[in-house]
């Protein structure tokens, strides 16, 4: 070789092991630039004998946020799909949906409802009325994410005397599981099957939210997230009409038909 070739043949080890070592970052780099936002931690669960769809966010990278009317004409949502319509309209896709607490017949939050830090609803510790289903089952919680970003479910009582606010938040009930117990409440081998949905801080930073995609007793649905998911407190939302909406996956949870409007939904919208 001359003196003076400085470079190596492109078929040259060199230029392969290079050409090796750049894929990895090359393709990283498509990934972050073609805005493509990553697939959400979406499961089927088998527990027990049943099946649950079940979804984790994990709020250091996905913002979850909580919807009741749309802001440029005070009109419910009522639907994911309508939520997901708005969205699109303002140039944000639906990566997740699940509608939120209990409700009354005028299609109101029946407890606690803050969005983005304003109280719309406050807290309700009303307790034993029977027009309020199973809301009237004690303990009914809170799951709320704070504004430094953590989540948490807390009794409603436990909620009040805390006295944090919180940034977005529902109360909804029963308790599924407090303090690492399940409600005792729940019967074992009760009749009272129904699709049923449910949210659990796991961690601070991660929330998990689930909904049997067969009829589940309440026993068999505290059961999930205590033994399976791994929650200290968890909060039941809803039931028969429960679905959750996963961007590429569809809707998981109650069918279609069974759907009544809602009166909140969580969702995380793709970030810009």
Same mark, same amino acid.
């Given at each position: ?28 780099? /498509? ?15 088998? +527990?027990?004998?049943?099946? +649950?769809?079940? &979804?984790?966010?994990? %709020? ?14 005070? =009109? ?25 607490g209990i409700y009354d017949k005028?299609s109101a939050p029946l407890g606690?409802? &803050? ?7 406050? %807290? ?12 009237? /089952? ?9 504004? #430094?970003g953590h989540a948490a479910v ?16 529902? =109360? ?6 407090? #303090? ?17 949905? !449910? &949210?659990?801080?796991?961690?601070? !930073? ?17 059961? %999930?997230?205590?033994? =399976? ?14 679905? %959750? +909406?996963? #961007?590429? =996956? ?11 409007? +809602?009166? !909140? ?8």
């Amino acid at each position: 070789m001359s003196r003076f070739q400085l470079s190596t043949p492109r078929d040259h080890p060199r230029h392969r092991a290079g050409r090796r070592l750049l894929l990895p970052w090359l393709l990283a780099g /498509l990934c972050a630039c073609s805005g493509a936002a990553p697939p959400l931690d979406s499961n089927e669960v088998t +527990y027990a004998g049943q099946n +649950y769809r079940v &979804v984790r966010i994990d %709020l250091r990278h996905e913002s979850l946020s909580l919807h009741w009317r749309n802001p440029q004409n005070g =009109q419910a949502f009522g639907s994911i799909e309508a939520l997901r319509a708005w969205g699109a309209d303002h140039g944000q896709r639906l990566l997740f949906a699940a509608n939120a607490g209990i409700y009354d017949k005028q299609s109101a939050p029946l407890g606690l409802h &803050v969005e983005d830090g304003k109280t719309l609803v406050p %807290l309700n510790l009303a307790h034993g009325n029977p027009a309020s289903g199973n809301f009237s /089952l004690l303990p009914n919680g809170v799951f709320a994410i704070y504004p #430094d970003g953590h989540a948490a479910v807390h009794t409603s009582e436990e909620f009040k005397a805390d006295g944090q606010s919180a940034q977005w938040a529902t =109360q909804s009930g029963p308790m599924l599981v407090i #303090d690492g117990k399940l409600n005792p409440q729940f019967i074992d081998d009760s009749g009272s099957l129904k699709f049923r949905s !449910g &949210v659990c801080a796991q961690t601070p !930073g991660k929330v998990v939210f689930a909904v049997s995609e067969v009829p589940v007793n309440f026993h068999a649905f505290a059961s %999930l997230f205590r033994n =399976q998911l791994g929650c200290r407190d968890a909060l039941y939302l809803d039931g028969s009409i429960s679905q %959750l +909406y996963v #961007d590429g =996956q569809d809707y998981a949870g109650a069918p279609n038909f069974m759907v009544k409007p +809602y009166a !909140g939904i969580f969702a995380v919208f793709a970030k810009p």
